[in-house]
């Protein structure tokens, strides 16, 4: 049996960006308020819309 994997959606995608920056991000990481990872959390909001 073989598995396929689904394609990524826009949601998933904007998820990945997210995360991917605030491993990243030394603000994010000190948890301070960060610009970019507040504009990345919003597309992922709308994304999954």
Do not use: G
């Given at each position: 049996m073989t598995t396929t994997e689904k394609p990524?959606?826009?949601g998933d995608c904007a998820y990945?960006?997210?995360i991917m920056?605030?491993?990243?991000?030394?603000?994010c990481r000190n948890n301070a308020a960060c610009d970019?990872?507040?504009?990345l959390a919003r597309?992922?909001?709308a994304?999954?819309?």
């Open positions: 990524l959606t826009a990945r960006a997210l920056h605030t491993e990243r991000c030394a603000r970019d990872a507040a504009a597309v992922w909001k994304a999954r819309r």
